[in-house]
């Protein structure tokens, strides 16, 4: 599980709209990875549109951001024309990202364990490495606690 100061995990996957990714090709600017559970629920619907209301605020701090879940590339495109979502989602359907960003685990609710995506930020800063994590990522506040910390780089 990569943590503050490590190089972030190097990564290439599918988004929204068609092509794909790379994390090396953002290299020189600030990356606001946010990986959530799942498309089109309540806490990952709100925390996305937050994202995306502020999008241009994290542009002229110098950021990118991105989010990443298990949907298909295709599913995200629904969600993305239902709320009008401006940041680009990544899909990560094998896990393969998550699991190295340690965010790949098990959950209990109601005492019915299962894996699932943890709610978590990566802040990478403009060399690669990483600069804050937020894990058990509770939405209400979130977007402007991350802009803040990007701005602070």
Not at 137 to 148: N, T
Request: aromatic share 8%; net charge negative; proline share 4%.
């Amino acid at each position: 599980m990569p943590d503050v100061t490590d190089i972030a995990p190097e990564f290439t996957l599918p988004r929204d709209g068609g092509g794909a990714i790379s994390l090396s090709d953002l290299r020189g600017r600030a990356v606001v990875l946010f990986f959530y559970p799942r498309d089109d629920t309540p806490g990952c619907t709100k925390e996305s549109i937050g994202f995306s209301e502020n999008l241009q605020a994290f542009a002229d701090a110098g950021a990118q951001v991105l989010g990443i879940s298990r949907d298909t590339v295709a599913k995200h495109e629904k969600f993305v024309a239902k709320h009008g979502l401006t940041t680009p989602l990544l899909s990560d359907a094998e896990s393969d990202v998550c699991e190295r960003y340690g965010v790949w685990v098990e959950k209990n609710m109601y005492g019915k364990k299962s894996m699932g995506i943890e709610r978590s930020t990566f802040l990478i800063d403009a060399e690669g490495r990483i600069a804050r994590v937020w894990r058990k990522v509770k939405v209400a506040g979130h977007v402007d606690e991350v802009l803040d910390a990007v701005r602070a780089l």
